[in-house]
């Protein structure tokens, strides 16, 4: 019993990580007042890309930081749409993930003539792997694990105890007033924008990398969407994001343990059921950033 509650928190912990990352990704990007629902897209492009990488160049480190490359290239493409051209947000959020379903799949028959890619290298942190205790621990957490900690830590500092937090928020809020003492919104949305590609990519890097240890066809499976649901439930904070991430991570974490009893049809379910249900429950209670999804034009 007490063997299956451990498995159980570490599978959790493991599974939540691409929904807090996603979560964080959305955070950073509406806290700057605009709308992403590409961070389906860039979790999936991330994916490719960090198998992609790790097994042309043997480095996965090296994979991990060309997908969070490639997610950072996606916001700029966003922020280019929504902020420069103020094109609508939520269209150019679908463009991106119709893009990252199609390009991924190209560029998996193009490199390596399938769709179904075995990632050829797990992330090592030299000198710790090598000690028995981090060997086995690193073995039910991988490193990514650690590494989404600190970042989601340090988000919290960033956005609420630093100038750039300060900054970022305030044009989510109420561009008009920090643009006139002196804020360039524009700047400052498409910082929002490429961090938020950044960590939905690490995200996907984390599913391919060390998840799934391969890349397979739509593999992102809707966790962009349902790190959008973490982002409101956590009342768009670091904090909240991944506290919310762990929630989801939970519902997946505890599929295999359900009776057999259930049909899998149901039981593969359940994180969308969690998510309507998180959805239903924040009705009301989470308010956005007061210019979320408002185009800025400057007077």
Sequence with gaps: MTGSIVAILASTIRLAVPYSLA???????????VVNIGLEGMMLTGAF?????????????????SAIVSGILLG??????????????IVSGLAINIFAMGITVFFAWLLFNKTQIRAEGALHVPILHDLPGFAVLFSELPPLVFLTALVVIASHFILFKTVFG??????????EAADTLGISVY?????GVMISGALAAMGGAFLSLEHARYFVKGMSGGRGFIGLASMIFGKWTPLGSAGAGL??????????????????????????ILTMLVLAS??????????????YIKE
């Design 49 to 65: 890309t960090a198998v992609a990488v790790t097994n042309i160049t043997g480095s996965p480190w090296l994979g991990l930081l």
């Design 282 to 295: 924040a009705v009301g209670r989470a308010k956005p950033p007061a210019a979320d999804g408002i185009p």
């Design 76 to 89: 700029l493409v966003h922020s280019v749409v929504c902020v420069t051209f103020r094109s609508d947000q």
């Design 23 to 33: 979560g964080l990704g959305g955070t950073y990007s509406e806290r700057s007042g």
């Design 247 to 272: 929630l989801f991570g939970f519902g997946e974490a505890i599929k295999p343990y359900l009776p057999k009893v259930v049909p899998s049809q149901f039981i593969d379910m359940i994180p969308y």
């Design 187 to 191: 700047k400052m949305r498409y910082a």
């Design 166 to 175: 300060l900054r970022l928020r305030s044009v989510g809020e109420h561009p």
